[in-house]
């Protein structure tokens, strides 16, 4: 029974450009530590950002990779 309610019981996608909300009773229902490990980056953000020179685009690369980390 456990097997097919981790079939039925999905959680759903983040959404790109969406705000996206999750009920408080459904963290709950699929575990804090499932509900993070499904909704979370795991790899670092990385963007060109234009108006940048490379070398602030390198320095904000480092402040983005940090900050995926927990340290900013």
């Known amino acids: 029974m456990k097997a097919q309610q981790e ?11 969406k705000i996206n909300s999750y009920s ?8 804090v530590a499932r509900f993070l490990q499904a909704t979370t980056v795991n ?3 990385f963007g060109v950002f234009p108006d940048f020179t490379e070398a602030e685009n390198e320095a904000m690369d480092a402040l983005l990779a ?3 980390k927990g340290g900013v």
Do not use: L, Y
């Open 7 to 17: 079939v039925t019981d999905i959680i759903p996608a983040m959404k790109r450009g």
């Open 24 to 31: 408080p009773e459904d963290i709950r229902r699929w575990g």
């Open 43 to 45: 790899e670092p953000f």
């Open 66 to 68: 940090e900050g995926d």
